[in-house]
């Protein structure tokens, strides 16, 4: 009897063991692993803090108060291409959304127009919701979030690409880079207005600002028509103050549609279910194309007239060149010409008459170069007799084309004096 207490009090203390060592073991585990992450959270953020949750500098947070914002109000972002900048929108107390910052785009890849497919380089255009799961606190470019590229309007149209990104380190392949510093500011923004309860934030990706002047400028662009969808979202904030809903049917972007079914959804190929826009939004939206519209007409027909003036004198100014270079070039041949003939004439009268010619020469010589011991100084003076002036002499000094021929010398002749030498010592 006592024995076989014994054996189940040994059973009951090697089982107690055994458990033992194994949560010994567990705990282990939980620290190292506690040690491992912690290693790798400091080699990652450099003195163990981490970027990610940084607030917002302290020029942010004086803007913030000033314009009567929450730190963890809802925000929207502005891009635009041609002018290389970023705007963040807040909404203020009153429900209204303002201007809080512009930063300077370091970076943007491709041209003017949407992004198309995979690895063209170009950074997109469109209107994209950006959810925390778009969130990268681990970019390897500082701090990033996905544009959510391509949205139901670019998968319509059959665009393609992946990894459209706003990150640091002013670096791009199809994407928009800020600076770290930046992108630090951008980015906890973008946080603290999650933790506010939005659940997703709106970037609004224009080719240039959205105004009639912009417009005329580039209305010769095959992406014209696509602008001016994006133009009317863009008419939709500039008005209301307010992002905009988002749809997408027919292949294009509608604006604060509703449906007029209740469970009927927009389908970004299907045709568009009966909507409404607020009579009051379309009403002013209305108002502000049609001002635009009208000073784009303006623009385009002033940029088209300068354009055609621009044409005809670039024209003329070519015809005038080429008739000018056709005359001296004809010039040009008669005198070669001319030389051509008279040099054989010259060649015999110079053979036939050289004992004559070397007399000419010597007689002609002044008399210092006839007397040993004498020697000669040229000095050179103005020739006050006049030049030729002909009519053809008059327009080759004053038309600036065709070879110049230089007239350096023309009115100088020559004075030789004799200069002798004093009479040696004896």
């Not at 630090?184 to 009639?212: C, E, H």
């Not at 003036?309 to 005198?335: F, M, P, Y």
């Not at 000094?397 to 004799?418: N, Q």
Request: aromatic content about 8%; charged content about 25%; glycine content about 8%.
């Amino acid at each position: 009897m006592v024995f076989r207490r014994f054996m189940q009090m040994r059973a009951v203390i090697r089982q107690g063991l055994e458990r033992l060592r194994g949560n010994i073991a567990r705990l282990v585990c939980l620290l190292l692993a506690a040690g491992f992450l912690a290693a790798c959270q400091g080699d990652e953020f450099g003195s163990g803090s981490n970027k990610a949750q940084r607030p917002v500098s302290a020029s942010i947070k004086r803007k913030m108060s000033d314009l009567n914002m929450s730190a963890t109000s809802p925000i929207m972002i502005r891009i635009f291409k041609e002018e290389s900048t970023l705007e963040v929108w807040k909404q203020t107390r009153s429900g209204k959304y303002k201007l809080l910052e512009e930063f300077e785009i370091c970076k943007w890849s491709g041209d003017l127009g949407p992004k198309f497919k995979e690895g063209d380089r170009q950074a997109p255009e469109g209107f994209y919701e950006i959810t925390p799961a778009l969130m990268n606190p681990n970019s390897n470019y500082h701090l990033a979030f996905n544009l959510g590229y391509p949205n139901a309007y670019d998968r319509a149209h059959g665009r393609t690409g992946s990894h459209l990104m706003v990150h640091g380190a002013c670096s791009s392949r199809g994407c928009y880079a800020m600076t770290d510093e930046q992108v630090q500011d951008i980015y906890a923004l973008a946080r603290d207005s999650f933790k506010g309860g939005q659940r997703s934030f709106q970037v609004q990706a224009f080719p240039f600002r959205m105004t009639p002047e912009n417009m005329a400028r580039h209305r010769d662009s095959e992406h014209l028509e696509f602008w001016k969808m994006l133009k009317t979202g863009y008419d939709h904030f500039e008005v209301t103050q307010t992002p905009p809903a988002i749809a997408v049917c027919e292949k294009k972007y509608v604006f604060d549609a509703t449906t007029l079914v209740q469970g009927v959804p927009f389908r970004a190929s299907a045709k568009c279910p009966d909507f409404r826009i607020s009579p009051r939004i379309a009403s002013a939206v209305s108002a502000k194309q049609r001002k635009d519209n009208e000073k784009f007409q303006q623009l385009a027909a002033r940029f088209d007239a300068r354009e055609e003036r621009q044409k005809r004198w670039e024209e003329r100014s070519n015809r005038i060149a080429e008739v000018l270079g056709s005359g001296q070039k004809d010039a040009a041949t008669e005198t070669a010409a001319a030389d051509t003939a008279s040099q054989p004439a010259a060649e015999a009268t110079s053979a036939a008459k050289p004992a004559e010619t070397a007399t000419a020469d010597a007689a002609d010589a002044p008399e210092a170069q006839k007397r040993p011991g004498a020697a000669v100084e040229t000095a050179y003076v103005a020739d006050e007799r006049p030049r030729g002036g002909s009519v053809g002499s008059f327009f080759k000094r004053w038309v600036p084309f065709g070879p110049k021929t230089s007239d350096e010398g023309a009115g100088i002749r020559p004075i030789t004096t004799e200069v002798v030498p004093g009479a040696k010592p004896d």
